[in-house]
């Protein structure tokens, strides 16, 4: 069965909401590019967090408002990492890793993979769902 990128980005949105209850420690003594952020087994996934990262930098181009998307990706942000203080701090810390940026890449990949007009489907329905 083929799942559209972005059926596969709602559902790991989605699910991660329900099922995932991340803890991440990272010590605010260490510079950025020194912290090792660490995701075990019972945090969101790698996978999970570049999905919804990846959606920062792919739909703000492809949307109608992009402050609705904002909100909407921090939200979603948010969902993932809900015991950080500020995700998108977080979030652009991890993004220094390169397992992380591994990850990413994946994810990326999997995005170039449909069309602009998909992806900004995808990028609208995210924008436009109401929590």
């Known amino acids: ?14 699910a991660s909401t329900f099922l ?4 991440f420690a990272a010590s605010k003594k260490a510079p950025a590019q020194e912290q090792n952020i660490d995701v075990s087994q019972d945090q969101a996934s790698l996978e ?8 920062s930098k792919l ?7 992009k402050a609705t998307f904002e909100k909407a990706y921090d939200v979603e ?3 993932v990492l809900p015991n950080e203080a500020n995700p998108k701090t977080f979030v652009q810390t991890l ?14 990949k999997a995005s170039a993979k ?5 992806n ?10 109401r929590y």
Do not use: G, R
């Not at 739909?59 to 408002?65: A, I, N, T």
């Not at 449909?114 to 998909?118: A, G, P």
């Open 59 to 65: 739909c703000p181009s492809l949307v109608k408002d």
């Open 95 to 108: 993004a220094k890793q390169k397992d992380f940026q591994l990850k990413l890449k994946d994810v990326q």
């Open 20 to 23: 995932i209850t991340p803890a």
């Open 1 to 14: 069965m083929h799942m559209s990128l972005k059926m596969l980005s709602i559902s790991l949105i989605s």
């Open 120 to 129: 900004a489907e995808m990028c609208q329905e995210v924008a436009d769902y």
């Open 114 to 118: 449909f069309s602009k007009k998909e």
């Open 77 to 79: 942000l948010k969902k």
């Open 48 to 55: 999970e967090i570049a999905t919804v990262y990846n959606l």
